[in-house]
Protein backbone atom coordinates (compact mmCIF):
# COMPACT_ATOMS: atom_id res chain seq x y z
CA UNK A 1 0.00 0.00 0.00
CA UNK A 2 1.35 3.32 -1.42
CA UNK A 3 1.71 6.31 1.34
CA UNK A 4 -0.93 8.42 0.04
CA UNK A 5 -3.46 4.95 0.19
CA UNK A 6 -2.36 4.62 4.01
CA UNK A 7 -2.69 8.33 4.43
CA UNK A 8 -6.75 8.45 2.60
CA UNK A 9 -7.29 5.33 5.06
CA UNK A 10 -6.19 7.32 8.01
CA UNK A 11 -8.20 10.21 7.07
CA UNK A 12 -11.15 8.18 6.10
CA UNK A 13 -11.09 6.71 9.88
CA UNK A 14 -10.86 9.93 11.24
CA UNK A 15 -13.64 11.08 10.03
CA UNK A 16 -15.72 8.14 10.67
CA UNK A 17 -14.73 8.57 14.20
CA UNK A 18 -15.65 12.39 14.05
CA UNK A 19 -19.11 11.38 12.56
CA UNK A 20 -19.84 8.90 15.54
CA UNK A 21 -18.74 11.13 17.86
CA UNK A 22 -21.18 13.64 16.36
CA UNK A 23 -24.17 11.36 16.17
CA UNK A 24 -23.84 11.53 12.32
CA UNK A 25 -24.34 9.06 9.91
CA UNK A 26 -21.43 7.69 8.49
CA UNK A 27 -20.40 8.37 5.13
CA UNK A 28 -21.97 11.88 5.28
CA UNK A 29 -19.00 13.73 5.19
CA UNK A 30 -16.84 14.09 2.26
CA UNK A 31 -13.47 14.80 1.09
CA UNK A 32 -11.71 17.19 -0.68
CA UNK A 33 -8.05 16.46 -1.15
CA UNK A 34 -6.65 20.32 -1.70
CA UNK A 35 -3.94 19.46 -4.23
CA UNK A 36 -2.06 22.94 -4.92
CA UNK A 37 1.58 22.30 -6.03
CA UNK A 38 0.71 18.63 -6.18
CA UNK A 39 1.36 16.63 -9.50
CA UNK A 40 -1.13 15.38 -12.05
CA UNK A 41 0.24 11.83 -11.10
CA UNK A 42 -1.05 12.30 -6.98
CA UNK A 43 -4.42 13.57 -8.00
CA UNK A 44 -4.36 10.23 -10.56
CA UNK A 45 -3.19 8.15 -7.70
CA UNK A 46 -6.57 9.56 -5.52
CA UNK A 47 -8.82 9.31 -8.54
CA UNK A 48 -7.48 5.39 -8.64
CA UNK A 49 -8.58 5.24 -4.85
CA UNK A 50 -11.52 6.39 -5.20
CA UNK A 51 -11.58 10.39 -4.91
CA UNK A 52 -13.61 11.83 -7.50
CA UNK A 53 -13.04 15.54 -6.71
CA UNK A 54 -10.07 17.60 -5.75
CA UNK A 55 -9.52 21.07 -4.79
CA UNK A 56 -7.15 23.54 -6.24
CA UNK A 57 -6.48 27.58 -5.35
CA UNK A 58 -4.88 28.81 -8.34
CA UNK A 59 -6.55 29.16 -11.59
CA UNK A 60 -3.34 28.62 -14.23
CA UNK A 61 -2.29 25.46 -12.47
CA UNK A 62 -6.02 23.86 -12.50
CA UNK A 63 -6.79 24.74 -15.63
CA UNK A 64 -3.19 22.91 -16.22
CA UNK A 65 -3.73 19.55 -14.55
CA UNK A 66 -7.70 19.94 -16.29
CA UNK A 67 -6.45 19.49 -19.56
CA UNK A 68 -3.83 16.62 -18.53
CA UNK A 69 -6.64 14.90 -16.59
CA UNK A 70 -8.93 14.59 -19.01
CA UNK A 71 -12.16 13.88 -16.96
CA UNK A 72 -10.22 11.27 -14.91
CA UNK A 73 -10.81 13.47 -12.49
CA UNK A 74 -12.92 16.30 -11.65
CA UNK A 75 -11.72 19.73 -10.24
CA UNK A 76 -12.98 22.13 -7.58
CA UNK A 77 -11.92 25.70 -7.72
CA UNK A 78 -11.83 26.47 -3.92
CA UNK A 79 -9.40 29.76 -4.47
CA UNK A 80 -10.20 33.21 -4.71
CA UNK A 81 -11.19 34.08 -8.53
CA UNK A 82 -11.10 37.24 -10.59
CA UNK A 83 -13.76 38.23 -12.59
CA UNK A 84 -11.82 38.35 -15.76
CA UNK A 85 -10.42 34.52 -15.08
CA UNK A 86 -14.15 33.72 -15.05
CA UNK A 87 -14.40 32.66 -18.65
CA UNK A 88 -11.54 30.41 -18.25
CA UNK A 89 -13.02 28.66 -14.77
CA UNK A 90 -16.21 28.01 -16.69
CA UNK A 91 -14.33 25.91 -19.34
CA UNK A 92 -12.47 23.68 -17.04
CA UNK A 93 -14.07 23.60 -13.44
CA UNK A 94 -16.25 20.36 -12.22
CA UNK A 95 -17.48 22.97 -9.22
CA UNK A 96 -16.83 26.22 -7.71
CA UNK A 97 -16.47 26.36 -4.26
CA UNK A 98 -15.21 30.56 -3.76
CA UNK A 99 -18.02 31.95 -5.48
CA UNK A 100 -17.68 35.87 -3.26
CA UNK A 101 -19.45 38.33 -5.47
CA UNK A 102 -22.40 39.12 -8.03
CA UNK A 103 -20.07 40.13 -10.82
CA UNK A 104 -18.31 36.49 -10.15
CA UNK A 105 -21.59 34.92 -10.52
CA UNK A 106 -22.70 36.95 -13.65
CA UNK A 107 -19.20 36.03 -15.12
CA UNK A 108 -19.26 32.46 -14.20
CA UNK A 109 -22.79 32.42 -15.99
CA UNK A 110 -21.15 34.39 -19.21
CA UNK A 111 -18.56 32.48 -18.85
CA UNK A 112 -20.79 29.12 -19.01
CA UNK A 113 -22.67 30.15 -21.89
CA UNK A 114 -19.49 31.10 -23.84
CA UNK A 115 -17.77 27.68 -23.17
CA UNK A 116 -20.50 25.62 -24.28
CA UNK A 117 -21.20 27.50 -27.65
CA UNK A 118 -17.46 26.31 -28.02
CA UNK A 119 -17.68 23.10 -27.20
CA UNK A 120 -15.13 23.39 -24.27
CA UNK A 121 -17.08 21.47 -22.09
CA UNK A 122 -20.29 18.69 -21.97
CA UNK A 123 -21.67 19.38 -18.56
CA UNK A 124 -23.94 22.67 -19.09
CA UNK A 125 -24.18 23.01 -15.30
CA UNK A 126 -21.77 24.26 -12.99
CA UNK A 127 -22.40 23.56 -9.08
CA UNK A 128 -21.24 26.89 -6.94
CA UNK A 129 -21.03 27.78 -3.21
CA UNK A 130 -20.88 30.74 -2.27
CA UNK A 131 -17.55 31.54 0.25
CA UNK A 132 -18.97 32.90 3.58
CA UNK A 133 -16.23 35.99 5.02
CA UNK A 134 -17.00 36.37 8.92
CA UNK A 135 -14.44 39.11 8.84
CA UNK A 136 -15.05 41.32 5.80
CA UNK A 137 -11.40 40.62 4.84
CA UNK A 138 -11.56 41.02 1.21
CA UNK A 139 -7.59 39.91 0.88
CA UNK A 140 -8.89 36.27 1.85
CA UNK A 141 -11.92 36.61 -0.25
CA UNK A 142 -15.44 35.26 0.98
CA UNK A 143 -18.66 37.38 0.59
CA UNK A 144 -20.02 39.55 3.40
CA UNK A 145 -22.82 38.22 4.97
CA UNK A 146 -24.86 41.56 3.34
CA UNK A 147 -24.39 40.09 -0.01
CA UNK A 148 -24.68 36.41 -0.29
CA UNK A 149 -29.00 37.02 -0.55
CA UNK A 150 -28.05 39.08 -3.82
CA UNK A 151 -25.20 36.43 -4.73
CA UNK A 152 -27.91 33.12 -4.41
CA UNK A 153 -30.69 34.68 -5.92
CA UNK A 154 -28.49 35.43 -9.14
CA UNK A 155 -27.46 32.02 -9.20
CA UNK A 156 -30.83 30.62 -8.71
CA UNK A 157 -32.23 32.73 -11.63
CA UNK A 158 -28.84 32.07 -14.04
CA UNK A 159 -29.22 28.91 -16.55
CA UNK A 160 -25.81 27.52 -16.51
CA UNK A 161 -25.25 27.69 -12.43
CA UNK A 162 -26.57 25.64 -9.64
CA UNK A 163 -26.32 26.76 -5.91
CA UNK A 164 -24.89 24.18 -4.19
CA UNK A 165 -24.42 25.52 -0.88
CA UNK A 166 -21.55 27.12 1.20
CA UNK A 167 -18.06 27.26 2.17
CA UNK A 168 -15.98 28.91 5.13
CA UNK A 169 -12.41 29.77 6.29
CA UNK A 170 -12.55 30.88 9.98
CA UNK A 171 -10.62 33.79 9.92
CA UNK A 172 -7.25 33.68 12.24
CA UNK A 173 -8.53 35.38 15.29
CA UNK A 174 -11.58 33.94 15.51
CA UNK A 175 -13.36 30.58 17.44
CA UNK A 176 -13.57 27.89 14.75
CA UNK A 177 -16.60 26.22 16.05
CA UNK A 178 -18.19 29.56 16.46
CA UNK A 179 -18.12 29.93 12.52
CA UNK A 180 -18.77 26.56 11.39
CA UNK A 181 -21.83 26.92 13.91
CA UNK A 182 -22.86 29.79 12.23
CA UNK A 183 -22.38 28.55 8.57
CA UNK A 184 -24.20 25.58 9.20
CA UNK A 185 -27.34 27.70 10.80
CA UNK A 186 -26.57 30.13 7.30
CA UNK A 187 -27.05 26.58 5.33
CA UNK A 188 -29.64 25.21 6.56
CA UNK A 189 -31.96 28.80 6.54
CA UNK A 190 -31.36 28.99 2.82
CA UNK A 191 -32.38 24.82 2.37
CA UNK A 192 -35.47 25.67 4.09
CA UNK A 193 -36.22 28.82 2.03
CA UNK A 194 -35.45 27.12 -1.27
CA UNK A 195 -36.61 23.72 -0.11
CA UNK A 196 -33.80 21.52 -1.16
CA UNK A 197 -30.64 20.74 0.45
CA UNK A 198 -27.17 22.49 0.36
CA UNK A 199 -23.66 21.12 1.73
CA UNK A 200 -21.44 23.49 3.66
CA UNK A 201 -18.04 23.25 3.37
CA UNK A 202 -15.84 23.29 6.76
CA UNK A 203 -12.86 22.22 8.16
CA UNK A 204 -9.19 21.44 7.05
CA UNK A 205 -6.70 19.05 8.07
CA UNK A 206 -6.16 20.61 11.31
CA UNK A 207 -10.02 21.10 12.57
CA UNK A 208 -12.16 19.02 10.70
CA UNK A 209 -13.29 17.06 13.45
CA UNK A 210 -14.51 20.26 14.97
CA UNK A 211 -15.84 21.08 11.62
CA UNK A 212 -18.08 18.11 11.58
CA UNK A 213 -19.23 18.22 14.94
CA UNK A 214 -20.81 21.12 13.53
CA UNK A 215 -22.45 20.01 11.08
CA UNK A 216 -20.07 20.14 7.71
CA UNK A 217 -20.36 17.84 5.14
CA UNK A 218 -17.29 18.26 2.95
CA UNK A 219 -13.80 18.92 4.82
CA UNK A 220 -10.86 20.04 2.33
CA UNK A 221 -7.87 17.98 3.71
CA UNK A 222 -4.70 18.90 1.99
CA UNK A 223 -1.26 18.17 4.23
CA UNK A 224 -2.76 15.32 6.33
CA UNK A 225 -3.25 13.46 2.97
CA UNK A 226 -0.27 14.49 0.64
CA UNK A 227 2.30 15.87 3.74
CA UNK A 228 3.75 18.99 3.89
CA UNK A 229 3.43 21.37 0.78
CA UNK A 230 6.32 21.63 -1.22
CA UNK A 231 8.12 24.57 -1.09
CA UNK A 232 7.70 26.31 -4.59
Known amino acids: MSDLAKNLDTVRQQIRDAER????????VAILPVTKFRPVERIEELASLGIALVGENR???????????????????????????????????SEVHSLDSLKLAHGLERGMALALERGDRTGEILPCMVQLSYDGDSARGGAHLDDVPAIVEAVEESEHLEMAGFMVVPPL????????AQARSLTDDYAAKLNRNFRLSAGMSGDFADAIACGSDIVRVGTALLGPRPVV
Open 173 to 180: DSQPREVF
Open 59 to 93: EQEARDKAAELEGRCGIAMIGQIQSKKANSVARWA
Open 21 to 28: AAGREEGS
